[in-house]
């Protein structure tokens, strides 16, 4: 059964460093074959797809969030991370991990259960 698990500051001060880690367990090799990334529902809007790495490392990013986030993820430790520099209080919202598949359109099969996180002084 897979499994993943969002974690990090639910608070974060104007300017500084957002950081989220997200452990995947279970499925064995079947998560590999997985993007692992981010969605994010800032409150009253819509869900928003952030991004997504590759097992070889490779990136993708929604255009609007590329200049403003990045992305990695750690095989050996099954973790994807996500840090946002400079947050500002527009990036206020419930963050999810969530392992895609890719079909003209990212499709997230796995989710977690989701992080508020807080911008604001």
């Known amino acids: 059964q897979v499994q993943l698990q969002e974690s990090g500051p639910n608070l974060v001060k104007p300017s500084q460093t957002l950081s989220l880690t997200c452990t995947v367990s279970g499925g064995s090799r079947t998560t590999d074959y997985y993007y692992w990334g981010w969605i994010r529902q800032p409150p009253g809007k819509g869900l928003e797809w952030m991004g997504a790495?590759?097992?070889?490392?490779?990136?993708y990013y929604n255009p609007a969030l590329k200049s403003h986030i990045s992305l990695s993820r750690d095989t050996s430790q099954n973790r994807v991370s996500l840090q946002t520099d400079s947050a500002t209080p527009d990036d206020t919202a419930v963050y999810y991990c969530?392992?895609?598949?890719?079909?003209?359109?990212?499709?997230?099969?796995?989710w977690g259960q989701g992080t508020q996180v807080t911008v604001s002084s």
């Open positions: 790495v590759a097992y070889d490392g490779s990136t």
């Open positions: 969530a392992l895609f598949k890719f079909d003209s359109t990212w499709r997230g099969d796995y």
